[in-house]
């Protein structure tokens, strides 16, 4: 057994019989005290949006308190994670548009999401959805580019990123682009045919604005 002054696991060093995932004790400290997805929703929406190629680890969005849509789910799954959750991400792929990620987590067998998004409709979603058909469908309405089209096809299995402890997701200095490469390795699933997909109607006005409401420009 460990004594509290600590010993080392593959994952990271131990403190006081918990897990540190090598994060720093302010770091835990941040992450512990987001101890609901709600909590954890309200810190990643606080979050200064950036508009850059980057994969920061979590330690490194918070220490600069900015971060986009992969940096916002990393961060979310981290303070899931030190909070009890496996650190499960889902991606979610879309045509002529950015494809965006959503932190997973489920209560009492059913899903829900955690995300930052500058669309206000592509973030937080409560524990309600029986699979994650149902959780990625919630998002189709929310998921339009510029145009108005909509463009949400796929979602994929969910992606435990404990995989990735060997290349230090949650703590690196340099970008973790380990992460997106496997998100784009993982089996994704079409929501609807191809052919739906074809004569899809564009937003209207009223329903595009509302998903913009907050929306932070380049």
């Known amino acids: ?117 500058n669309f206000a409709g592509l973030r937080f979603r409560a524990p309600i959805y029986r699979t994650l058909r149902e959780l990625a469908l919630s998002y189709f309405e929310h998921y339009y580019n510029l145009r108005g089209e909509r463009t949400l096809r796929a979602y994929s299995v969910p992606v435990n990123l404990a995989r990735l402890d060997d290349q230090h997701w949650m703590t690196s200095e340099d970008d973790v682009w380990c992460v997106p490469e496997l998100l784009i390795a993982a089996r994704h699933y079409p929501l609807f045919p191809h052919k739906i997909a074809r004569t899809l109607p564009r937003l209207d006005r009223r329903s595009f604005e509302a998903g913009m409401h907050g929306r932070v420009d380049h």
């Open 1 to 117: 057994m460990p004594s509290k002054r600590g010993a080392f696991s593959k994952n990271g060093a131990l403190r006081g019989g918990r897990e540190t995932f090598g994060l720093s004790p302010e770091d835990l400290r941040t992450l512990r005290a987001l101890k609901t997805p709600a909590r954890i929703q309200r810190f990643v929406d606080a979050l200064t949006y950036q508009y850059a190629d980057t994969a920061w680890s979590p330690q490194r969005v918070l220490r600069e308190r900015k971060g986009h849509c992969l940096e916002g789910a990393l961060l979310a799954a981290a303070a899931l994670r030190v909070n009890g959750h496996p650190p499960l991400v889902m991606d979610l792929e879309a045509v002529r548009d950015d494809d965006h990620v959503v932190a997973l987590y489920r209560e009492r067998g059913l899903w829900g999401g955690v995300a930052k998004s």
